[in-house]
């Protein structure tokens, strides 16, 4: 097949990173300024668009289905071209593959500099492109030096364009690079039908509850200028908002913080010992810190034309488990919602009715974040059917370690946190219970919180996490619920050490070492792979042991917290994480990819659940359950069950 690789640099005056790509490309000001390519891997050429066209024979190869388009983050080539060249809807996913998915696969930095510099190849991307970039691509700010223009043209700056020509050049030669380094180990073609998909799925986009949106902007401005109004009456600070400022007004009140982030903040009112006024301007802070509105905006800002929002999720993002990332809106990170009469809150907020809200719910702030899931909305004449997998890693985990009560559990009534519980604290049959008694719902919290924190090594720690404290279980009772799990799940504690061991075996002695299910652990030119049921990898770069205080420690190169790649340390709990989520992905993929050809398209998904948008009166519920409950052909034995509803809006039920 011939391809073609290309890097484009362009203008518009949308912030591609607070917006996307698709809003980006939405803008009328929006255009392509030089177009690289590459033909077969033969020499970069380079179209300068401001002054020619790209070649007719190339634009014939943009649309034909017998060339492969090759790009680093493809999505924004794509994207950009479908609007240059009008293509009425996207230009075909399905013809294009690219290089940074390539490198997520392989657990590689998903920066084309920073992974072209990890690899250490001859190709490096040219350090100047950041400040031609800011030059050319977006508005400048008019002074008296530059005429008072608001944009920077080839004219401006002749010698600054053609080292832009020649950026856009090398950006060709560093991708290519990249992939012929990459190439040894291919992606498998079942996973580029999955980004064909996902690409798919972003080009559609969801609507936007445009009305929602803007009512929830305006009311959190009113409350924002209020609530920073009696702050200052109250502490007499100038800005409140000011961290210096408020810090030593609190240290003034004898109440001093070395911090005042939200956990902190809410722990000290929690103690209900500080001074009413001290009290009353935490709680104010906490009111003004409400980051709602920033979901509202986004939603309203990356708002494209069509009044939908696309591009919200990034295939591979999370390159330890090949899940899907969010962007823009993070639709991972929703808030829940518990509202009753969700209908009437969503009136009232477009009404701007602050006191009505205040009457039905009390908190304003604490309302809008309830409701944030609901701007996103099914278009005219269609609703939103949602189905989510139930508890698909307790079952995938249980599955993987053989542990056989869990799998009973799920092939029968399901109710697994009681069914831990009952185990736990060896309380009989399931059924014979009484749950519904003050001590049921307390042992039923305690299966709960165990089952969701400690299926992968965690301790009291992972209990805490998860909120154990909070939901009345006392400190000193964690490791009792920690070796109690343990002991009613002793399979899955040997999953982690076998799993730990076999690692250890392959990095110290080479070879395929076999765990459960078919899942395979190798080392090769220095990943660390393992090979899921499904076929595909998991990998790890620079895999390698080190002595640690109970033996061999097991160390790779990845992301880390901040944007470097550094050693990372994992072990038997950890790996059998990434195995689990990476198994649970493969799943909703499979699934999703039923859905599609069954005629529900989807419009977003979140870990174990798919959002399809239907019109009215076609599909139902109940065949997308039965449809995402299908255990694919790798899977045998795992209990899948998915349950769902309708809705208008996106919500949790």
């Not at 794509?78 to 009425?88: I, M, Q």
């Not at 591979?316 to 899940?323: H, I, K, L, Q, V």
């Not at 009505?356 to 269609?382: C, F, N, S, W």
Request: proline content about 4%; aromatic content about 10%; glycine content about 6%.
């Amino acid at each position: 097949m011939k391809t073609l690789n290309i890097d484009i640099e362009t203008y518009s005056d949308e912030d591609l990173t607070k917006v996307g790509v698709y809003k980006y490309a939405d803008s009328p000001n929006f255009e392509i300024l030089l177009f690289a390519y590459s033909v077969d891997g033969q020499p970069v050429e380079c179209e300068d668009l401001t002054i020619s066209e790209i070649p007719d024979e190339i634009v014939a190869a943009l649309t034909d289905k017998n060339v492969l388009k090759i790009a680093f983050n493809a999505q924004f080539e794509r994207v950009c071209l479908s609007k240059h060249l009008g293509v009425p809807y996207y230009l075909d996913p399905a013809q294009w593959h690219c290089t940074m998915v390539h490198a997520n696969e392989l657990g590689l930095p998903a920066s084309l500099g920073q992974c072209a510099k990890y690899l250490n190849i001859e190709q490096q991307k040219d350090t100047r492109g950041t400040q031609l970039i800011n030059f050319f691509s977006k508005p400048c700010k008019p002074t008296k030096k530059n005429d008072m223009r608001t944009r920077n043209l080839p004219e401006h700056a002749p010698e600054k364009w053609q080292t832009f020509i020649e950026y856009c050049i090398q950006d060709v030669n560093v991708e290519m690079a990249i992939a012929n380094k990459l190439n040894r180990f291919p992606v498998p073609e079942s996973e580029w039908k999955l980004y064909t998909l996902d690409q798919r799925i972003n080009d559609r986009g969801a609507e936007i509850d445009h009305e929602l949106a803007t009512a929830a902007i305006d009311i959190m401005a009113d409350l924002s200028e209020a609530g920073l109004n009696e702050m200052k009456e109250l502490t007499g600070l100038e800005n409140p908002n000011s961290l210096a400022q408020l810090k030593k007004w609190l240290e003034e009140q004898g109440t001093p913080f070395e911090k005042l982030g939200k956990e902190v903040v809410l722990k000290a009112l929690a103690l209900g010992n500080l001074p009413d006024n001290v009290a009353e301007v935490l709680k104010l802070r906490l009111s003004l810190s409400n980051s709602s509105t920033k979901k509202y905006l986004m939603m309203d800002n990356a708002r494209c034309s069509d009044n939908r929002i696309h591009g919200i999720l990034q295939f591979y993002g999370a390159n330890r488990t090949g899940r899907w990332a969010g962007r823009l809106l993070q639709v991972q990170n929703l808030p829940r919602n518990y509202l009753s009469e969700i209908d009437f809150a969503r009136q009232l907020v477009k009404a701007k009715d602050v006191e009505g809200i205040e009457l039905m719910y009390e908190d304003v702030p604490d309302t809008l974040k309830q409701l944030i899931r609901t701007g996103l909305v099914a278009k005219e004449g269609h609703r939103f059917i949602v189905s989510d997998f139930s508890a698909i890693e307790a079952r995938v985990i249980a599955w993987y370690a053989k542990q056989d009560w869990v799998l009973e559990v799920f092939r029968t009534h399901g109710k697994i946190y009681e069914a831990t519980a009952a185990q736990m604290f060896h309380l009989g049959e399931v059924t014979d219970y009484d749950w519904k008694s003050h001590e049921g719902k307390d042992m039923r919290q305690r299966g709960k919180v165990a089952t969701l924190a400690l299926g992968y090594q965690g301790g009291p720690g992972a209990l805490k996490a998860m909120g154990a404290l909070e939901n009345g279980i006392e400190e000193h009772e964690l490791q009792d619920i920690v070796d109690r799990w343990r002991t009613a799940n002793k399979r899955i504690k040997n999953f982690w050490h076998e799993t730990q061991k076999a690692v250890i075996d392959c990095l110290q002695n080479g070879g395929i070492k076999k765990g459960p299910r078919g899942l395979k652990f190798y080392k090769k030119a220095g990943f660390l792979f393992i090979q899921l049921p499904s076929g595909r990898k998991l990998a790890y770069a620079k895999a390698h042991l080190k002595e640690g205080d109970y033996g061999p420690a097991i160390f790779y190169e990845g992301q880390g917290d901040k944007v470097a790649f550094t050693e990372q340390q994992t072990y038997g709990g950890k790996l059998v994480e990434n195995i689990v989520q990476a198994t649970a992905r493969d799943v909703l993929a499979e699934a999703m990819v039923r859905l599609e050809k069954a005629g529900y398209p989807i419009v977003f998904h979140v870990h174990d659940e798919a959002v399809a948008e239907v019109p009215e009166g076609e599909k139902s519920i109940e065949e997308m359950n039965k449809i995402m409950s299908i255990v694919p052909d790798w899977a045998e034995g795992l209990p899948l069950n998915a349950e769902g509803f309708e809705t208008k809006y996106y919500m949790k039920d």
